[in-house]
């Protein structure tokens, strides 16, 4: 069973940045298309940017521009670098995965953008 473990949030002023990062246990994960999906407080969990491999990447709208996805194959993990946070990015960040019919979560962390 195939476990994620998200690190890298916290409180940021608007405009700051912050760095996650998803690393996990199985290295079949660098052969699967990862997501990156964030849910605040009354709302819907939304998708926030996927990579598929190295070189195919996918934004909402809301942050592209802002955020970038990649992954680091050696050590299994993926990042969502998110440069000029505004206020409505504060969520519950997530990353999450699938292998067939199993999609795995991780746990998430908290990302606060507030002055």
């Known amino acids: 069973q195939m476990q994620l473990a998200e690190s890298g949030g916290g409180l940021v002023q608007p405009g700051g940045s912050l760095r996650l990062s998803c690393v996990a246990s199985?290295?079949?994960?660098?052969?699967?298309?990862v997501s990156w999906y964030r849910q605040a407080p009354g709302k819907q969990r939304e998708t926030v940017a996927t990579v598929i491999n190295h070189d195919v990447t996918e934004y909402a709208d809301s942050v592209q521009g802002r955020f970038t996805i990649s992954r680091d194959t050696a050590k299994t993990t993926v990042y969502l670098q998110m440069n000029n946070l505004k206020r409505e990015d504060t969520a519950v960040y997530y990353c999450?995965?699938?292998?067939?019919?199993?999609?795995?979560w991780g746990p998430g962390t908290q990302v606060t953008v507030s002055s």
């Open positions: 199985d290295n079949i994960f660098n052969l699967l298309a």
């Open positions: 999450s995965t699938s292998r067939g019919f199993q999609r795995y």
